[in-house]
């Protein structure tokens, strides 16, 4: 959670994050492990509350996995 982050800088932070774990050598901890991350972004600040903004977060999120995995999805 990044709170009171524009969803530009929280999509670059995202994928900061992404890219280090993706390109970490986990192949020391064992051969084969590939560890990859998808993160779905909300930035909605409309009052519907707490509970729809983590429901767009989650809806971004299967977006992500849906679409290949490994890569960060905001609203478009």
Same mark, same amino acid.
């Given at each position: 959670? %990044?709170?009171?982050?524009?969803?530009?800088?929280?999509?670059?932070?995202?994928?900061?994050? #992404? #890219?280090?774990?993706?390109?970490?050598?986990? $192949?020391?901890? $064992?051969?084969?492990?590939?560890?990859?991350?998808?993160?779905?972004?909300? !930035?909605? %600040?409309?009052? !519907?509350?707490?509970?729809?903004?983590?429901? %767009?977060?989650?809806? $971004?999120?299967? #977006?992500?996995?849906?679409?290949?995995?490994?890569?960060?999805? #905001?609203?478009?």
């Amino acid at each position: 959670l %990044l709170p009171n982050t524009p969803g530009e800088q929280a999509f670059a932070a995202c994928e900061k994050i #992404r #890219r280090v774990i993706a390109e970490h050598p986990w $192949h020391g901890i $064992h051969a084969e492990l590939v560890v990859t991350l998808s993160m779905g972004i909300a !930035d909605d %600040l409309s009052p !519907d509350g707490h509970a729809h903004l983590m429901a %767009l977060a989650d809806k $971004h999120l299967y #977006r992500a996995k849906h679409a290949g995995k490994n890569q960060v999805v #905001r609203a478009a």
